[in-house]
């Protein structure tokens, strides 16, 4: 059996209490060095093999995974944040499926979550934005054209963009040109929940000099949107006095 684990934005108590209970169960874990916190190796059985994906292709995880099943092993196979998002999880179940192994997969606290955390963020502010795009510049991984990031600009949701940091200066002439303003509050989120989490608010016209001069490039969200920063908002309907709801009668007819 293989579990795709969630290994969360960074803290190691930020993992779910089911993946923990895997990763303690491991009998061979494969984990994506370069963003996983190896303080989460540390739950690991003594007897546990452990690999560091960050060094590995595909095939030679799927060959680890394929002698751990020969042998009657358990894998974990433990990715950063959740597993969903650039998680390359697909191609990993798709060739298990060919192979005929079962998994599962246990979610995770996604970075972009952890980046909120960091900064007491709402994304979804009444009025603001009920929205939030997740999204990413293209690097040497394309990006499919029709989900340009002026295309995504032109909505003025809350934007959080991932595996983008290195490319501020094109990342806010293209959400310029999209149609935000050039004032928007925006965020830069460095390994949001580890010790060394680092975070500034800046305007989208100031990412670039914000990283620059704090030297980052990597590991980093950006967040774009009134939301990072809105002066004014609704309050919810949800909890105003004299709104009806399925559990609780306002002061006014709905
Ligand atoms: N599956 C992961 C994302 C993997 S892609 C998740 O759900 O979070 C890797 C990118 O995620 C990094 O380049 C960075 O943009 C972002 N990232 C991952 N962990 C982060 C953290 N703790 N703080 C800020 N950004 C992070």
Redesign the pocket.
């Known amino acids: 059996m293989v579990h795709f684990v969630?290994a969360g934005?960074?803290a190691p108590d930020l993992i779910t209490v089911r993946g923990q209970a895997y990763l303690q169960e491991a009998d061979v874990i494969i984990y994506a060095g370069s963003?996983v916190n190896p303080q989460l190796l540390e739950k690991a059985k003594e007897s546990c093999q452990i690999y560091n994906s960050a060094k590995m292709t595909l095939e030679e995880v799927l060959q680890v995974i394929e002698e751990a099943e020969e042998a009657q092993k358990t894998t974990v196979r433990l990715?950063?944040?959740?597993?969903?998002?650039?998680?390359a999880i697909r191609e990993q179940m798709d060739a298990l499926d060919d192979k005929g192994i079962s998994y599962d997969s246990c979610p995770?606290v996604?970075?972009?979550c952890?980046?909120a955390a960091a900064l007491n963020l709402e994304y979804t502010l009444p009025n603001i934005s009920q929205s939030v795009i997740i999204t990413?510049m293209e690097g040497r991984t394309p990006v499919p054209a029709k989900e340009s990031i002026q295309s995504f600009a032109a909505h003025q949701a809350t934007m959080v963009?991932?595996?983008?940091?290195g490319m501020l200066e094109e990342l806010s002439r293209r959400l310029v040109e999209g149609g935000y303003p050039a004032d928007t509050p925006a965020a830069i989120?460095?390994?949001?929940?580890?010790a060394d989490?680092q975070k500034w608010i800046c305007t989208i016209d100031t990412l670039a000099a914000t990283a620059k001069e704090h030297n980052i490039t990597?590991?980093?969200?950006i967040i774009v949107g009134r939301s990072v920063q809105a002066g004014s908002y609704d309050r919810s309907c949800l909890y105003d006095p004299a709104f009806t709801t399925e559990f609780r009668q306002g002061t006014k007819e709905p």
Not at 161 to 165: K, M, Q, V, Y
């Open positions: 969630g934005p960074g963003l990715h950063t944040g959740d597993p969903c998002l650039y998680g995770g996604s970075s972009f952890g980046a990413r963009i991932f595996l983008s940091a989120v460095y390994k949001a929940t580890w989490e990597k590991t980093a969200l």
